[in-house]
Each structure stands twice: as C-alpha cells, then as structure tokens.
C-alpha cells in the first residue's frame, strides 16, 4: 500500500515534468492577475493530484492538466471581473502602454515567482491579447502554447468543436488587427522620427 | 474547390485538422491559384509569430520545486498511514471493497488492544442490564395489570348499575316540549297588525 501512494506520486510527478514550462507560460498568458499565476499552479496540481483516480491512461494528460488550469485561472479571472472590464475599455494605445509596464515585475512579485520567469512576449502581442475574451484568449493559447487538438481544446474548454473553430477564427482576427495597427503606428513613429 | 470555400477552411488547414482528402483538395487550389496562395503564405507567417511569441517563457525552478514537494509531502503521510490516496487505489485496480478491508484491516492492526477493551466494557455494561431487568421485571407486572377475576368483577358491577339506571329512567329531555314565551317584541307586532 505504501509503495502504491509513493509510486502514483512518482507517476503523477513523471507525467508532470515535461509538460511544466507549457502550463506556466499559458497560466501567465491567461490570468488577469500576474501574481496570482504561482497560486493558480499550485492550486491545479494539487486538483489534479486529488483526483489522479479520474484520469484514465489512454487519455493526454497534458490536456486533462490544461482542462484544470483553466478553469482555476477562470474562477481567478472572474474575482478579477472589473478590473478585466476595466481593461477592456481603454484604448489599444493605453493597452500597449501597459503591456510594457504592467506585465510581470519580479521586484514587485512575491519571491516565489519572483526568480526564473522571464516575461519576454513582445509587448504588442500582449496588448492583443488583453483584448480578446476569456473563452477566445484560452482557445487561441491552448492551440499555440498547448499545441492541443481541436478536439482536445473542445474537451478542455467543454465547448463544441465548431465553438472551438469559430472562437479560434475571432481570436486571429483580431489579433491580425491589432498587430497590423501596431506596426502601422510604428511604422509612423520612425517615419517621423520620434 | 473555389477560393472562398478554400479561405473558409484556412484555419483548420494550417493546424493541420482536415481530412487528408480536403487537404489535397485545398494544396491543388493553392497550386493553380497565386491569390489564395499569398494569402495563406501570410497567414501561416502570422501564425507561427503568434505560436513563437506566445509560447515563449521559463519555467520557474522555485516554484516547481515547491509545487513538486508539496505533491510529495501529499502522499507521504498517506503513505506512512498505511492508505494509498484515492488516486492509487484506482490506478491499481482496487475495488472500493477490497480497498475498505484494508482500510479496516490496517486501523485494527493500529489499535487491537483497544478494540478488546472497548468490546470488554460494552459485555460488561450488557450483562448488567440484563441482570438488573430479571430482577425488577416481575414486581413490575404484578403491580400494574389486574387480575382476571378483578376484570370479571368489574364488568358485572357496571352491568348492574347500566339495569338500575334503565329501570328508573325518566324520559329523555328531549321529550318534553317547552312553550316559547312570547317576546316583548313579538306582543307590539300583534297589537299593531290589530289596529
């Protein structure tokens, strides 16, 4: 009995591993609260941990692990509901501007956080994301962090596969906009010098 | 296939999430037609900035090691308690029978001495009672339930008494009818209908 509690942490531990960088850059990207990334990881692991018994082998426990971050980062997000209806109404200007400035400070962060992670998105994608919604940032970061099926973000999101396609198609778009208006308004800012 | 069905499925063909059949379909369109094929060219560079951009990041050593040792610390004293988490049981293929049989089996092996005591004093708290009930038991009934012969007496005493009271018996206050007096106001009505 003792050896099968130590052997199905170790299991839990070995699945885990390699997939820990992909976790944490996309609870980075998908939490509203910066600070509150360490404690939605911690939070999700020992979920998952609980309720190891529920996960079947032949299933992907990368996308049973990303089903669980996020709905923790949701649950966090929505405590966070007005500050995010906050940043939804400024303007794409006043957004880049705290992409640069408000991302994740090390010197403002508790010191677990604080050590190796390295914000290093380029701020005009970060304002692009700040300006899809929930559902629309995890489809589009489960797809590029994840790398995760349809189907298995269909899974993960318990959403229909054709809400995942059109969720995924809106999210693109908008990013395209919002990456051409940048490069447009930098473009015009060397143009003229600034 | 035209270009706006093919435009319509550009998402899906760049993941790599169509049919081989449609995908074949699409890369011959793409072949014979320059537009759709700039299009794509663009949109799969502006996807692989997104994918590189976004996917980029450290993992926190600190963090992890703290999140790997509490995982640890989780299912060490389960472990030291002789119950695997729940997680174990099923990976293992326990029944939830087998698995509380163990669970009885290891918290007897923990504490026998004081199942023994405990099942010794609950003997001793039943024999008393038992020993205590044969000794009040009788006394008790006596005391409260009469005797047949008492009952029979009794019976016949109110039958007795039921004859007596038919033999006198005065007719029923219902049987008599009792003239109403007139009312005052009953006697002006009268001499008003007479004048």
């Keep these: 009995m003792c050896e099968t509690a130590t052997s199905n942490a170790d299991r839990f531990l070995a699945l885990l591993k390699p997939i820990e960088r992909e976790l944490e850059t996309y609870c980075r990207r998908l939490i509203w609260e910066p600070q509150e990334a360490a404690d939605a990881l911690q939070n999700t692991v020992m979920r998952a941990l609980a309720a190891f018994d529920r996960y079947h082998g032949d299933a992907s426990f990368r996308a049973w692990m990303f089903k669980i971050l996020t709905h923790e980062a949701f649950a966090l997000n929505r405590k966070h509901a007005r500050i995010a209806r906050h940043e939804f109404q400024l303007e794409p200007e006043e957004l880049e501007g705290l992409a640069g400035t408000g991302g994740w400070d090390p010197s403002n962060s508790r010191p677990l956080s604080a050590g190796a992670f390295e914000e290093a998105l380029e701020p005009a994608l970060a304002a692009g994301l700040k300006t899809l919604t929930d559902t629309e940032r995890a489809v589009l970061l489960l797809r590029a962090v994840g790398e995760l099926r349809y189907r298995e973000i269909s899974a993960s999101l318990e959403i229909p596969l054709g809400s995942v396609m059109g969720n995924l198609a809106r999210a693109r778009h908008k990013m395209r906009a919002y990456l051409a208006r940048a490069e447009r308004r930098n473009h015009l800012l060397k143009e003229s010098g600034v | ?195």
């Design chain 2, 1 to 195: 296939m035209k270009c706006d069905e093919v435009k319509s499925m550009q998402g899906a063909y760049l993941d790599s999430e169509l049919d081989a059949k449609t995908s074949l379909e699409i890369a011959v369109h793409l072949r014979a037609c320059a537009e759709c094929a700039r299009l794509f060219a663009e949109e799969q560079k502006l996807q692989a900035r997104m994918r590189d951009g976004l996917s980029q990041g450290q993992r926190t050593v600190a963090l992890w090691d703290q999140i790997e040792r509490s995982v640890i610390a989780v299912s060490a004293p389960a472990a030291r308690l002789g119950r695997a988490p729940a997680a174990a049981e099923s990976v293992s293929g326990r029944t939830v029978l087998s698995a509380l049989a163990d669970k009885i089996r290891a918290g007897w092996n923990r504490s026998r001495w004081a199942w023994c005591a405990l099942a010794t004093a609950w003997g001793v708290i039943l024999v008393l009672n038992l020993t205590a009930r044969e000794a009040e038991g009788p006394r008790l009934v006596e005391k409260q339930l009469p005797q047949p012969s008492e009952v029979r007496l009794a019976a016949k005493q109110k039958w007795l008494l039921m004859a007596d009271l038919a033999a006198l018996g005065e007719p029923a206050p219902a049987d008599k009818v009792k003239a109403a007096r007139p009312s005052p106001r009953s006697d002006r009505r009268n001499e008003n209908l007479n004048t």
